[in-house]
């Protein structure tokens, strides 16, 4: 009896003394498992985290896409309503183009109507200016006028004056007109006095009407005479 005791009390003894060991022997691996699992695990929540800053920068390039793609297709619009009002203007500008080539060849072929008309007429108009050589006088300018329009405008240099003294005259219109009645109206300043003078001559057809204004003793003195040619006297 005291033996088979003393043989389950080694035996306890022995297990006692196993266990430990296998303890101890299990217990690298266990702290190896544990420690990769923990990689494993780190390096999952760094995975998904790379993961979800993909995403967010995939969001923004899509995002910056779809601006650019939108100012694009703005920048498109813009260029073709530029391009359709370019072309309206250009379209305009031809049309002003056309029209004004238009008015300019109107106007060219009712003036050379007009010339032919007054050729075939023959009446010419011409209006002269002289100064008496007998008296001290200085003409300053002088104004014409033929039917209400501006015909002529002088300025008298004391050189003028001296040759109108010596017997000049200044042929201060010419021109061919409708044989018809015209107005003339001549205003001349002569030491700084204004003289002015309105008359109305009847230029008839195939003639030469002369229409002479003489600065005499301080006044004007018009004389009128009519001639085949084309010389005033």
Do not use: C
């Not at 010419?124 to 501006?150: H, I, K, P, Y």
């Not at 009645?181 to 001349?188: A, L, W, Y």
């Amino acid at each position: 009896m005291a033996l088979i005791q003393r043989m389950a009390l080694g035996a306890a003894t022995l297990v006692a003394l196993a266990f430990p060991a296998a303890a101890r022997a299990q217990d690298p691996q266990a702290q190896a498992y544990k420690q990769r699992r923990e990689q494993l695990q780190k390096e999952l929540e760094e995975t998904q985290k790379q993961l979800a800053d993909i995403k967010g920068q995939r969001v923004q390039l899509q995002s910056r896409i779809e601006g650019v793609i939108a100012n694009m297709m703005q920048e498109r619009a813009k260029a073709l309503l530029l391009t359709n009002e370019q072309g309206a203007l250009q379209q305009l500008d031809a049309i002003l183009t056309s029209s004004q080539d238009n008015l300019l060849s109107q106007r060219d072929r009712f003036l050379a109507l007009g010339d032919a008309v007054r050729r075939k007429s023959g009446a010419v108009l011409v209006v002269l200016l002289r100064a008496d050589s007998s008296q001290a006088q200085t003409l300053q300018s002088a104004n014409l006028t033929v039917d209400n329009g501006s015909a002529a405008s002088r300025t008298y240099s004391a050189a003028a004056n001296s040759a109108l003294a010596l017997g000049a005259v200044d042929q201060m219109y010419r021109a061919n007109v409708l044989p018809t009645v015209h107005s003339i109206q001549v205003q001349i300043v002569v030491n700084g006095q204004t003289l002015t003078q309105t008359l109305s001559v009847n230029a008839g057809s195939g003639q030469v009407t002369y229409v002479q204004f003489a600065v005499r003793n301080g006044q004007l003195v018009q004389t009128t005479w009519t001639s085949q040619g084309t010389t005033p006297f």
